[in-house]
Nanobody, 120 residues
């Protein structure tokens, strides 16, 4: 079965840290560009971090630069989002996304989401 399963969300105080995980089953993560998105209540889904096939290609939306880090362990087919110095405005449901564009087609998978709440 092909799927992405996120974990690691929860309630954290402002200034705290969380690490989100996204485990892939049924496909090799190393063949995919990986992204983390988030969606806050009443707002559109936005991409916060992206990593192409090369880990050095990571990029971030301005609001999380210097605080969030995307990484991957391809031996575990898992991608991570380390989130530090969390702010209340980081509160959202976080989703991981895998994308592969091959000559014969496009493979596009989403996880189910994990909720992050930043509040005192």
């Amino acid at each position: 079965q092909v799927q992405l399963v996120e974990s690691g969300g929860g309630l954290v105080q402002p200034g705290g840290s969380l690490r989100l995980s996204c485990a892939a089953t049924g496909f090799r993560l190393s063949l995919y560009a990986m992204s983390w998105y988030r969606q806050a209540p009443g707002r559109e889904r936005e991409r916060v971090a992206h990593m192409g096939l090369s880990p050095s290609s990571a990029n971030y939306t301005d609001s999380v630069k210097g605080r969030f880090t995307i990484s991957a362990d391809y031996t575990k087919d898992t991608v991570y989002l380390q989130m530090n110095s969390l702010k209340p405005e980081d509160t959202a449901v976080y989703y991981c996304h895998a994308l592969r564009r091959a000559s014969w087609g496009v493979y596009d998978y989403w996880g189910q989401g994990t909720r992050v709440t930043v509040s005192s």
